[in-house]
């Protein structure tokens, strides 16, 4: 059982809110006071009653008697709410869980901080339902080693990446390219392929093609193996693409996907011009293609 010192008070009670509430009050944490907008429904009662919660009205006096704060409402609703919490945020942890964009942790940052809070960037990873309290969760800040220390001795599965502010969080939002551009990408050839009458075939071809390439590799060599290839095969896979895109419009698919994947390549043939900074051969790592990428097609990054 979790033996705390500390006192939490969490900003906004949706779901996100009371299941790592109700896991904290599971693994002994007392006390916790949450503040929710009015109307209090008969579910919200029940809920905070199941997290051992005490409802407030005011998020200032929510948060005074508080050693830690969660803010978990809606990205966009962040800074708003940590300004109408500051008055009472003097010295207190201010743990920002919101799956919200740098600029917006940026701005919530400062709000925190000029009340004199202590303000840490957070990032829920895993799947909070099955998990609770005990989610991964990655921090970053001047302060987030410290309150990662604190929260695991509440059970939770707390890690600090860095010091800087919005690290977590990117990390976060980074990640999302892939894991939802992948269900983008699922969504849109699966719909070409049943468009097509041809489910099967691809779902077979897919399966041939995916236990053999660079595709069963380990994730992170695949990843390499990706970009490696990027250089000497670029131009080709740029043809390739502008045929997939003129397929699917001519099945009656608009092809928003294929013409992202279309659009990415070319970027890197055309404006990067992979292909003419390896002119004497491939590239050996990954690394040399993104610091080519980085040094002639990026913006120096904040
Ligand atoms: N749920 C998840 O699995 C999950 C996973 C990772 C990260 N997160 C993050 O956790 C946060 C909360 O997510 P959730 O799933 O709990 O969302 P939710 O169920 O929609 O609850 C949002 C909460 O924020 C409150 N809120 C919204 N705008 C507000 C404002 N302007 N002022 C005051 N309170 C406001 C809502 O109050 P009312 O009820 O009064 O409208 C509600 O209590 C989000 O930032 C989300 O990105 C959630």
Not at 170 to 180: F, L, N, Q
């Amino acid at each position: 059982m979790v033996q705390a010192t500390e006192r939490l008070a969490i900003l906004g009670f949706g779901e996100a809110s009371y299941e790592i509430a109700r896991g904290l009050h599971a693994a002994g944490l007392p006390g916790t006071h949450i503040w929710k907008r009015q109307p209090w429904s008969a579910t919200v009662l029940s809920r905070a009653r199941e997290a051992g919660a005490t409802l407030c009205a005011d998020p200032c006096e929510t948060v005074k008697g508080a050693d830690i704060v969660f803010s978990l409402v809606t990205p966009t609703a962040a800074p708003e709410v940590a300004e109408r919490a500051a008055c009472g945020l003097a010295g207190k942890y201010y743990l920002d869980l919101n799956a919200a964009s740098l600029r917006t942790k940026e701005q919530a940052a400062e709000i925190v901080e000029t009340a004199g809070g202590l303000f840490v960037d957070g990032a829920i990873m895993g799947p909070l339902k099955r998990q609770q309290h005990r989610v991964s969760t990655l921090v970053s800040g001047p302060e987030a080693a410290k309150l990662a220390a604190t929260l695991r001795s509440w059970e939770m599965d707390v890690r600090a990446i860095g010091t800087r502010i919005g690290l977590a969080s990117t990390v976060k939002m980074i990640r999302s390219v892939y894991t939802k551009g992948l269900e983008a990408l699922v969504l849109e050839f699966m719909v070409a392929a049943n468009h097509y009458g041809a489910t099967e075939e691809v779902l077979d071809s897919l399966e041939e093609i995916l236990r053999i390439g660079p595709f069963l590799l380990p994730f992170r060599q695949m990843v390499a193996e990706l970009i490696l290839e990027q250089a000497p095969h670029g131009a080709r896979r740029v043809a390739e693409m502008e045929q997939v895109v003129r397929t699917l419009e001519e099945i009656g698919i608009e092809p928003l996907i294929a013409r992202a994947t279309l659009a990415r390549l070319q970027w890197g043939v055309s404006e990067v011009r992979l292909k003419e900074h390896f002119a004497d051969g491939s590239p050996e790592s990954y690394q040399q293609v993104l610091d080519v990428i980085e040094q002639t097609a990026l913006q120096p990054a904040q």
